[in-house]
């Protein structure tokens, strides 16, 4: 006999309705101001809270920005991957994977280097570091299986071209050079590089 879902506490709804303030306020200055130019003070006015409580759900605000921005890149996955499974070309559908995590992170530039800069060098143990470390390893997969399409392509290869696929990626986002670049122009340099490693 299937067991019926526990009805939430109020203190769980307590605790997921600051959770959800915290993240539309740190959301919306973040957006508006960019990562460096908000403080956890301001987060925590906007959100209604204490800034002790602010520091209970994230302790700095490269774990906010993780916070915020996670459920985002996740997001932009999934749609990546949808449009990969329509695509037949190789490269073509590893380039369907990568335009909408590039999009996502050109949304707002400094935070996107910033949600970078704290998922590579932020503690893997933090919770939001694992959930980037996460969506890193996901996006890995899901290119690692479009490249897997070529039969000349080992499980195993895929597996290693997909990392540096997901290195090329990291760095065309990250690199000063290409601050002023558009999403096209950093999806370009991505494919110029990848196409250089896919098998001829």
């Known amino acids: 006999m299937p067991v019926a879902p526990q009805p939430v506490g109020r203190r769980e709804r307590n605790k997921q309705d600051k ?11 973040f957006a508006e101001h960019g990562v460096d130019e908000v403080t956890t003070q301001q987060i925590a006015d906007e959100a209604d809270i204490g800034t002790g ?10 774990e906010l920005l ?9 997001e932009a996955l999934e749609r990546g991957r949808a ?14 994977i990568v335009r909408p ?11 996107g280097r910033t949600y970078l800069r704290e998922m590579a060098f932020g503690d893997p143990e933090e919770p ?9 390893a996901q996006a890995e997969e899901a290119i690692a299986a479009v490249l897997h399409r070529d039969e000349r392509v080992t499980e195993g290869d895929a597996a290693t071209l997909a990392h540096i696929v997901s290195a090329v990626m990291f760095l065309s ?22 196409d250089v490693l896919l098998p001829r």
């Open 19 to 29: 959770l959800d303030r915290i993240i539309a306020a740190a959301s919306e200055l």
């Open 53 to 62: 409580t602010l520091f209970l759900y994230a302790k700095t605000k490269g």
């Open 66 to 74: 993780l916070l915020v921005q996670n459920t985002k890149y996740a």
């Open 83 to 96: 449009d990969a499974e329509t695509v037949p070309g190789v490269l073509d559908a590893v380039l369907a």
């Open 101 to 111: 995590i590039v999009e996502c992170n050109r949304a707002q530039i400094d935070n």
């Open 128 to 136: 939001r570091h694992g959930e980037a470390l996460a969506i890193v």
């Open 173 to 194: 986002m990250a690199a000063s050079v290409n601050i002023a670049l558009s999403v096209q122009e950093i999806v370009d340099d991505i494919r110029g590089q990848v």
